[in-house]
């Protein structure tokens, strides 16, 4: 660099080095003069932060017109540019600068009109900033995706008397879930964690509650923990997977028993108000660890079902989903059920009426024996439309929604 004449005090020629992150060491540089000429000649050296607060670390006054090698040492660490300052009174001597090394990192962002270059700490590495990572010491695991939300549950509804219609309480098992989708840098899924817990079992029936993950096969799952299984209703591979299917199939528990804690006799839970029979559930924390990264894995809460008092091939899924190989498909047709394999129509009436749902929020379902038409008075008029009208059926927003007496609180 070479600067233009100095010959003024109060107004130096300026070279402003780009942002470093600085390290102990020395700036080194080479400089002399043109000519020594007119009255002094000077060059000052600053160190400059990003709050542009300015540190003198050289006051030179030129002697010659030789060259002169200089070696700063500084110990800071953090942000700075380096300032030269050359400024002079009188004649016509240009100062130059050449060879000049700062200690540290190359730190100016030219995309940003040569600002701070935003440093980034990856502590695993895997090409994400800790502060965007939320498993920034975990290679495998970037991302926690909550359905519904992190502090949100969902609503699973049965009714456990398919293929007959039955009281159509909606009672009969009541699962609310969250699932984590724990994905990768690359957004593939590598873990799900799903939080279930039983809320109501109204009814005689011992059933069982697992989950299917379509289009997922058993070789793609490492390791399933968290299941509350003591019975011989599932037969469990290594893996945590029920032995004998194509998709991967996920037993969850082989009796509501299980988790639940209930106060008084009977089997009711939390379905008969003003008696016994209530009580709390155990929040049930389910891990899925994949063998490798998947794509897709389709909408949680994916495709879960009840297995009918102990029998395992009686099946019951939410509308259209299909059933697992071991469901006994010669059930179907048969009661009030209006199921087609070859129309890939599923655990319906003749009028869309469902056994099982899936509703977005924490559910308020029926006491016992009350048919959920009389409770919810949307819900035929949702099922005749196939899904089209009163998507929001089981919302509170006024009379004409819900019958609040024929509801358990």
């Known amino acids: 660099m070479r600067t233009g004449q100095m010959s003024n005090l109060s107004n130096p020629h300026t070279l402003l080095s780009p942002w470093v992150d600085m390290t102990a060491g020395n700036i080194t540089f080479n400089t002399k003069l043109t000519a020594l000429n007119g009255g002094g000649k000077f060059m000052d050296v600053v160190l400059i932060d990003e709050n542009e607060n300015a540190t003198v670390i050289l ?32 004649g016509n001597s240009r100062g130059i600068l050449d060879d000049l090394s700062i200690p540290g990192t190359y730190a100016s962002d030219p995309g940003n009109d040569c600002g701070v270059l935003q440093l980034v700490t990856d502590t695993d590495n895997d090409s994400l900033a800790d502060e965007d990572d939320d498993y920034p010491n975990d290679s495998t695991k970037a991302f926690n995706n909550f359905y519904p939300g992190e502090n949100n549950f969902n609503t699973l509804a049965f009714e456990d008397l398919w293929p ?41 029936q011992n059933n069982g509650f697992a989950i299917q993950l379509d289009n997922i096969s058993p070789a793609d799952i490492a390791s399933v923990s968290g299941q509350e299984i ?30 639940i804690n209930r106060n008084g006799n009977g089997s009711f839970f939390n379905t ?52 697992t190989d071991l469901a006994d498909t010669s059930l179907f047709g048969t009661g009030e059920d209006d199921s087609s394999v070859n129309a890939g129509r599923y655990y319906k009436t003749i009028n869309n009426l469902p056994w099982a749902l899936d509703v977005n929020t924490e559910f308020k379902y029926p006491v016992e024996g009350v048919d959920i038409i009389q409770a919810y008075l949307n819900l035929a008029e949702w099922a005749l439309s196939n899904g089209e009208f009163f998507t929001d059926w089981y919302s509170n927003n006024n009379s004409s929604y819900r019958d609040n007496s024929k509801i358990y609180d």
């Open 272 to 323: 008969v108000p003003d008696t016994g029979g209530t009580g709390t559930s155990d929040l049930i924390n389910l891990v899925i660890t994949f063998s490798s990264p998947q794509q897709s894995l389709g909408n949680a809460p994916y495709n879960p079902f009840l297995i009918k008092n102990q029998q395992r091939g009686a099946e019951i899924h939410l509308a259209d989903r299909e059933p």
């Open 59 to 90: 006051e030179h006054q030129y002697s010659s017109a030789n060259v002169e090698n200089f070696s700063l040492p500084v110990s800071v660490s953090g942000i700075y540019k380096v300032g030269f300052f050359f400024y002079g009174d009188g």
């Open 230 to 259: 003591t019975g011989s209703l599932f037969s469990i591979a290594g893996n945590g997977t029920e032995n004998g299917q194509t998709n991967a199939v996920i037993p969850v528990f082989d009796s509501a028993d299980n988790v």
């Open 164 to 204: 007959s219609q039955g009281d159509y309480d909606f009672n009969d098992l009541v699962v609310d879930y969250r699932f984590n989708e724990i994905t990768n840098a690359d957004n593939e899924v590598v873990e799900i964690i799903a939080n279930l817990q039983v809320r109501a079992v109204g009814g005689s």
